[in-house]
C-alpha cells in the first residue's frame, strides 16, 4: 500500500470549517527527510497557532506522530468565525498546493454537515 497523508474537513452550513483531521505519512523519504510531510506539518500547524494567537480562538487539539486532529469551540463570536474561517480557508489552499504538485501522496475529503 503507498503512504499518503490523509486529510478531512468538516464544514459547517455557514461554510465554516468545524474540525479537521490530518493523518497518515507521505513515505517519500525517510522521517525527518520527507518535504511533502514537512511541508504538510508547517501547514497545518500554523493554521492552530494562527487560531490561538491571531483569532483568540482555543480549538481542542491533539497531536501526536502523524496525527493531528483540531476542533473549533461551539461558542466564538463573530469576528472570532470570520478570522478562523480565513486561517482555516488558507490552510485548505496550501495543502491544495501542496496537493496539486504531489497528487498520490495526499487526499484531501470535504464534507459540510447541517
Known amino acids: ?10 464544514s459547517g452550513p455557514e461554510g465554516l470549517i468545524q474540525e479537521f483531521t490530518v ?7 525517510v522521517a525527518g527527510k520527507d518535504i511533502v510531510c514537512a511541508a504538510v506539518s508547517a501547514v497545518v500547524q500554523t493554521a ?10 482555543h ?3 491533539t497531536q501526536h506522530n502523524g496525527f493531528l486532529k483540531c476542533v473549533l469551540p461551539e461558542k ?4 472570532q ?8 480557508h488558507t490552510m485548505l489552499a496550501g495543502l491544495m ?15 459540510m454537515v447541517d
Open 76 to 79: 466564538i463570536n463573530e469576528e
Open 81 to 88: 468565525k470570520k478570522a478562523a474561517s480565513i486561517i482555516l
Open 59 to 61: 480549538p481542542e487539539h
Open 48 to 57: 492552530v497557532i494562527g487560531l490561538t494567537d491571531v483569532a483568540g480562538v
Open 23 to 29: 493523518k497518515g505519512h507521505a513515505g517519500c523519504e
Open 97 to 111: 498546493s501542496i496537493k496539486s504538485g504531489y497528487p498520490n501522496l495526499i487526499s484531501i475529503q470535504e464534507r
Open 1 to 10: 500500500m503507498i503512504a499518503m497523508i490523509r486529510v478531512y474537513f468538516l
